[in-house]
């Protein structure tokens, strides 16, 4: 690919997150700042084969960066998994004269990038969209810091009513394979005890602390279980066997659910997405590809995007013994 | 019952409501200005009956009025529904010299007063502590107002995320018996379609309805489900139902629970809660009993229990026809 | 004036208040609603002028129930307070075949609407939306209770340091020539004194009170001062007083500012203004005109825009006795 | 010093930051996991000389985690900066038979400490509390991110009312010397301009940039300027040069003040607090002293006191430069 990059393109692909807005912004304006014209390309995938593109000046992004979702709509798209789909974008992108695209999302979504850069071998850059940090190369992904603080506020709405009432409370937060938002949420709420994908505690180990908790005079107890809790078992089943094996507890659930991904993103996902933006449009100029742009060490990096998507972060163990010591 | 009232408790019972804790503050602060004593109750009836008492003064309400829950805790009491439960209770409140009691919680808690009122000619005002806005002889119930709160701020959240997929959420939220919750936070967050237990559209209107949000070019739609709607079926089964008889929609289900009876008290209900502390007390003073304390038309008014108990406020006609016009 | 009104006018006018967005938005859809056409006009009477008009139909207003500020803009207009302007105004209405119009803003507004309306004939409705509730004819208006809860979360926040550090807080909040929002939010925030336009306590008892508050063991004190308080000192002058004769305390300073004007508005201002709007446009449509939409114990109702803007909502004598015994 | 450390002491000192309490609770709870006693100091240094200690427990630091403020006060102390006044300090400190201190603060708090350290030869640890984060060794300090969240939500306030009035606001935070708020909290709220302590732009380029934004098209203009600011001068004067020198805007001010200190803390805030809570305690039980808790690149570390407040951590400069390519 030559390095006259004079038409860049932005989308947002599979599941939403804070921060998707001021990301989209962010590009927008720093292509307007370096003169590069600016193409937004809606619903993900599927627009960029369908050719549903919109054309954007630095005024088009006003008053976004405080938005939760996405103004250019999200989606999943079966047929970019195809390689007829991929000819289709690839069509799309040339008759509309876009010479590159940055696409914000999660690891599905840079699959697909990468695997079309090798096909077309067509400019991109990744730069990673998920409230559930869980792509390598990145210490946070955009909306997980929103996320974490939609949970810690939820649970302290849910404590205010647990401890009137002495309760036990499964509190059930998004992360199918990953539990940095349980564990993190987990100690930010002071629950009394963590379910995370990465950990099997066991069920006698669960039982034993809470009844610990109990005999200790807290007045209540919150759990944090993870989508993919390892238990084997969902929150509704957790509940159940608590209730079984230690009915010393009124117990309730509460699952979160989409809210998480909801939310005017916090300080720090706004200036990380404006960040990111930044370096994506330079990366692109300077004649890179199939980059992911991260932040590490507080400093804004970039990662080959093959690197990224085979490689989780890892849950942090030193967090896993603050949460166990937390909860003395 | 003699006029001189020198020992007022309060306690809460029931469910546990934003403001409550500003209730009490309200009645420790104005029995301490009215040179009464007062004494807190935990834990509800069940705390009259076992005698877990605790002498207040202005000072053991400090910085209270802004935090959800009850400081006093709240349980439900099933021994105060006998006879030999109630007179336990009445023998530890003679016990402690106290001459009346001020209970903040709902129409169970105020059934109990009542009865406990005939059978020993006790001294007791009620104020409604309910998110539930159910309770006839008051406009709104303590932590109403929060609730709503609680529950547009949800679901702008999930708004974002809807509308960036557009997807069709069915969201749960509480009411068993009445909509006022549903009625009002649909109304306040825009949804296009609210069920609630008064009224029975239908689910062949349901589905009408969604097909032509759809078609006006809506980009999301938001269901509000009442716990208690009269259609038959849970949120759960509305989506499946939704799903297999109007496929246009990718449907997503939310139930959000407890955490709508928590969190900081609006300041519309810290205020409320404020007037009505103020008044339970004087009415005590002034040798009244067996009444609610409630606001209409923004005054502060007294309204016997048994009347309140026995009817509901009613859901508002002119309300469901705005949200019918809000959906155009 | 006939009753075939075909199009109705929406506008903005004076200073913004939360739920303005809400009531374009009812305003609009109950026109859609009704299959009557729909204005918007930018600018407020400024925009009248000039014909900064725009088409709108339910889709216009989607996405905008939960926002603060106004889409339409707003703006305080000189020209129209002359014959000249007004006549401008009246032949831009008249050419773009605008039959009536619906102006949201404060007493300032109502008055020009009024004028227009007896030079021309031409039908009018208001809506109240300013966080002052400083209207006669509506208990509450449109963005008073959003602001009342910004304020609180805003002294919450400076109770956190000013209990930190064992300080005393003034704190100015917005209300020129009327109390409420001072006297509710100080009632709401705790404040241990509360100033207001409509009372001189004088500063003697001022300093009374405050040094009462420090000996009863406090560990901090909030005064909550309104802009037009009618100490004659300002809110600057007020804590060189108190330090000067009362060393006792350091004092600190906030003015609340603008920030009180915005915001996401409450789900009471959600709903208050989905049905002023419907209000609205029925009284249009029936035939009415020069009437304001208010809210009296919990009903929509009208009251004569020659009314509204003469009386003053009053201070609540009632709630400044509860905010004397809440300080105990 | 040896190593057998049995009683540590807490005490929060200097200007207080959300997350203390977090912390706090985080050394009394690694204390009572690791079986040391331990002893909260109230009232920072000044409690220290005086002896106002309490034992805790883990049950002592219940429900604060997510509370502004510091539960244990904080205060200036000038008698601590006199050897009169530290060896008060240190007889109290031996005669409660404490070991050891952890002091959450900021740098005259952790001057404080080094001095008496030296002088005393008593293990000490600083952990990095202040919004402000100008502590040279962490990425982060504790409050900040909190104080960042507070800053932008006040803004996004104030920019619904100014874009709907298309006015021009300067809007005053904290950071006497150093910039990072303004700037984070500028380029997370979009700030059209940004004035810090560490750059001066000049006053011919401010008007510069402001003309450019009207002309761009911006319906409003936030200018944040640091207290610090190195223009030579305040927010108010900036305000009377601007309308003097480009009489296209309607100009106002806002100061947020004091309550950027408040507020719960964010999740990351009492994550942070947490894991710094364990180390600090953690290091006074491996014999190690006079050194400061810090995270950098997501880890906890610990650097010498004496580094700590000698450096600032640098305001970024690729920040900046993002920060005017968001403004294009």
Request: hydrophobic letters at 40%.
């Amino acid at each position: 690919m030559s390095s006259v990059i004079k038409k860049i393109a932005v989308l947002t692909s599979g599941g939403d997150s804070p921060g998707m807005n001021a990301a989209i912004r962010s590009v927008v304006r720093t292509c307007a700042y370096l003169k590069v014209d600016c193409v937004a390309i809606y619903r993900g995938y599927q627009g960029m084969i369908e050719g549903d593109f919109k054309v954007m000046d630095a005024r088009s992004v006003n008053n976004i960066i405080n938005k939760g979702g996405t103004i250019l709509k999200s989606a999943r798209c079966n047929d970019f998994r195809t390689p007829e789909g991929r000819k289709k974008a690839h069509d799309q992108l040339v008759k509309a004269g876009i010479d590159a695209f940055v696409v914000i999302g999660g690891d599905g979504s840079f699959t697909g990038a990468m695997i079309f850069n090798k096909e077309y071998n067509f400019p991109v850059i990744g730069i990673p969209g998920t409230i559930d940090n869980d792509i390598f190369g990145t210490t946070f992904t955009l909306g997980y810091d929103t996320a974490l603080n939609t949970v810690v506020e939820c649970i302290d709405k849910i404590r205010d009513t647990a401890s009137s009432h002495n309760r036990l409370f499964f509190v059930e937060v998004m992360g199918r394979d990953v539990g940095h938002i349980a564990l993190n949420a987990g100690v930010g709420a002071g629950a009394e005890e963590i379910l995370i994908p990465e950990e099997n505690l066991g069920l006698d180990r669960l039982l034993e602390s809470l009844k610990r908790s109990k005999e200790s005079g807290k007045s209540s107890s919150i759990v944090i279980v993870a989508e993919g809790d390892k238990s084997g078992k969902n929150v509704f089943e957790l509940k159940e066997y608590v209730e079984e094996h230690l009915p010393i507890y009124d117990v309730r659930v509460s699952v979160l659910g989409h809210m998480q991904r909801g939310g005017a993103p916090s300080c720090y996902d706004r200036v990380l997405a404006s960040r990111m933006g930044v370096k994506a449009v330079e990366a692109l100029l300077e004649g890179k590809t199939s980059l992911m742009v991260g932040i590490q060490d507080n400093q804004i990096t970039l990662t080959p995007i093959e690197k990224a998507i085979k490689g989780h972060t890892k849950i942090d163990k030193e967090l896993i013994r603050v949460s166990e010591i937390m909860t003395t």
